[in-house]
């Protein structure tokens, strides 16, 4: 199971590199929106995993990325894994499992574009990266590590995940988390909630859901009270985003709102992972965006426009969107 490798030196050589942490898994969803997943009659096959749309959103808007993760030694994880390398991921951090499979997960898109997750993932093989697995040198190599909850749910992988981060933090990294709250996989609500706050205060940057931030305060996510419950000293910047109705962002010295884009969704899957890959790109080439509002704001529209273009079309890879695509949809707009 030894690491693949994309060319330790030309790794060391990259500036602002992102690298992410986590689950990489099949998505199969039905060819036909707007059903459940026993009335659908085909799936398509596309490739998921937040931590790995997130790599792959980095890439594609011209930054810098490397993914760390464990893969079934199967057909499907040397696909995914051909998938990073050809949307230019660095892979060196990617193992094989010849014990386990590859995390697949069917998503039914319901008729408002918004997702049902059923996994299996009974153990898959991304539960079961190991510390002495770690590539260590890849991590300590990052501007940004980012990760999200997922890894967190089960041995070994939380031990690695916390591991990872730790030595992230000892290199003087960027932490980025954003938790991805998917409760079919965690035991119960409450170990949930107590398994993504349990590393809340380690992050640098935190950027949550609206549903999220309900899920985790139990109150309503409008109220500004609940949002600045999740706050702690030492955070840098907590985003909250607000689905088409654009997003909220939350520093020690200001605050703010960013308005969204109108556009024809077909499919939510992925879009808060281009919001969060784009807005990694820009704090990776200048991190003075955490105190200079003006810039945050300009990144966030940015941001904002990315996430609504990768709402129409389906799957997550493959509807990341280009610099250029963001930049015609902001123009369009006139905002």
């Known amino acids: 199971m030894a690491p693949l490798g994309d060319g330790a030196a030309a790794a060391a050589a990259t500036p602002n590199l992102v690298v992410s942490f986590g689950e990489m898994l099949i998505d199969f969803v039905p060819d036909v929106a707007g059903v459940s997943l026993a009335e659908s009659g085909g ?30 030694d199967d057909e499907f994880g040397h696909m995914l894994v051909e998938i990073l390398k050809k949307n230019g991921v660095n892979a060196e951090g990617c193992l094989f499992d010849q014990h386990a499979r590859t995390a697949l997960a069917f998503v039914t898109l319901k008729s408002n574009g ?21 590539n260590l040198d890849l991590i300590r190599r990052a501007k940004i590590f980012h990760y999200g909850s997922i890894s967190l749910i089960t041995e ?22 954003d938790p991805n709250v998917r409760l079919p996989l965690w035991p119960s609500e409450e170990a949930a909630r107590a398994g993504i706050l349990s590393i809340w205060k380690e992050a640098d940057f935190i950027k949550v859901s609206d549903d999220e931030v309900a899920f985790l305060t139990q109150g309503d996510a409008n109220d500004e009270k609940n949002v600045l419950s999740l706050w702690f000293d030492g955070l840098k910047l907590l985003i909250v985003t607000d689905g088409e109705k654009g997003c909220r962002y939350f520093t020690k010295d200001f605050k703010g709102s960013i308005p969204g884009f109108a556009v024809n969704t077909i499919d939510t899957t992925g879009a808060g992972d281009a919001f969060v890959g784009s807005l990694l790109v820009n704090i990776s080439k200048d991190d003075s965006i955490f105190h200079n509002e003006e810039k945050l ?38 905002n």
């Open 43 to 72: 799936f398509v096959k596309a490739p998921g995993g937040a931590p790995a749309n997130v790599a792959c959103a980095i890439s594609k808007l011209g930054g810098s990325s490397a993914f760390v993760g464990k893969f079934g």
């Open 156 to 177: 070994p992988c939380r031990s690695a995940h916390v591991a990872a981060m730790r030595a992230a933090k000892a290199a003087g990294i960027l932490c980025s988390y």
């Open 114 to 134: 918004e997702r049902e997750f059923m996994f299996y993932r009974n153990p898959s093989a991304d539960m079961l990266l190991t510390e002495a697995e770690l």
């Open 297 to 334: 704001r300009e990144a966030l529209k940015f941001s904002n426009a990315c996430g609504a273009i990768c709402t129409t079309k389906k799957g997550a890879i493959p509807a990341l969107p280009t610099v250029a695509a963001a930049q015609e949809l902001i123009s369009k707009a006139g």
